[in-house]
């Protein structure tokens, strides 16, 4: 039945909010920072942000510009994120006020 | 964990089949209202330059962004985060508990929202509480500034989201939802599912990435 499966999505979805979550956690305790490191919790960030928009909110099935205006929120500040990491002084010139 | 969640949705009524009532948000409708769709984009808009301002303070002051993280009680925001995740979670169930027309449900899942919203508060409290007793304190250094205006300026949505999520339980006790009619209980919804999304962000930024 779709509205079971709807709902129970939403179950799943927070299971995976928690073991996300738990997960950046762990990486932050015990992972030396690295590319691989920075660009998997962008990647967790990304993840998070969609499956709150999509089947929280549920704005899965609504108009695609709105979707893919509250969605891009969630692609630009995770490539921000591995920006800031990769290009730390490319960035500071561009925000250098004199 | 995966039977908790299956048992709270059985539980919660949402696997019911009546026919009388839409049980899922109708395709291509946006939920909530024009109004709160303002307030969501103008909010968010509002965080991006926070979080802009972040990044630039970040390439600029490395060397304390580097050490900010560290000095920071990453229990207090890994619970922070479980407590808002959790939160959006049964709001999402007290919306689908209208539609299938379980009035009392949503109002027990809504409660159970309040619950974590207090969590959320008091645990931010004692973290700022911890932080003035290790001597970091707003002008401890560039890091410190962003992460209190940030953290901060969050603390008073969650605490007014709090205050629009009482209301929804007030407007439940009083009839004010039914399965026909809940738009405003969705657009409290998308509010708080936006504060949740602000905080996706700021947990990794301030609490992870070190």
Not at chain 1, 42 to 68: C, D, P, Q, S, W
Not at chain 2, 115 to 121: I, N, R
Not at chain 2, 148 to 164: C, I, K, P, S
Not at chain 2, 171 to 177: E, F, M, N, T, V
Request: net charge neutral; aromatic share 16%.
């Amino acid at each position: 039945m779709a509205s079971m499966t709807h709902y129970k999505k939403q179950d799943f979805v927070w299971l995976a909010l928690m073991a996300m979550t738990l997960g950046s956690a762990l990486i932050a305790e015990s992972a030396e920072p690295s590319v691989l490191v920075v660009i998997a919790i962008a990647g967790t960030v990304m993840v998070k942000g969609r499956l709150v928009i999509n089947r929280f909110m549920e704005l899965h099935n609504v108009h695609a510009y709105v979707r893919f205006s509250m969605n891009l929120y969630f692609y630009v500040l995770p490539l921000l994120i591995i920006m800031t990491y990769l290009f730390p002084e490319f960035i500071a010139e561009l925000t250098r006020l004199s | 964990m995966i039977n908790i969640a299956l048992k709270a949705s059985k539980w919660a009524g949402i696997d019911s089949t009546d026919s009388r009532y839409d049980p899922l948000p109708k395709a291509g409708r946006i939920p909530g209202n024009g109004p709160v769709w303002v307030g969501i984009y103008a909010e968010m808009t509002e965080f991006a330059l926070m979080f802009l301002i972040f990044f630039a303070a970040k390439v600029h002051y490395s060397d304390v962004f580097k050490e900010g993280p560290l000095q920071l009680n990453i229990y207090a925001g890994l619970l922070n985060t479980l407590a808002l995740l959790t939160s959006s979670y049964f709001v999402a169930k007290a919306v689908g508990c209208v539609r299938m027309n379980q009035i009392n449900k949503a109002i027990y899942w809504l409660c159970g929202t309040i619950a974590a919203a207090v969590f959320y508060l008091l645990v931010k409290a004692w973290e700022y509480q911890w932080n003035a007793e290790q001597g970091l304190e707003v002008n401890s250094s560039m890091f410190f500034t962003v992460y209190y205006y940030m953290t901060f300026n969050h603390f008073l949505h969650v605490a007014w989201g709090g205050g629009a999520i009482l209301w929804a339980i007030f407007r439940l006790k009083r009839g004010g939802y039914t399965p026909q009619s809940h738009e405003g209980l969705e657009a409290i919804a998308c509010y708080w599912h936006m504060i949740d999304l602000v905080w996706i962000i700021i947990f990794p930024l301030l609490y992870v990435l070190r």
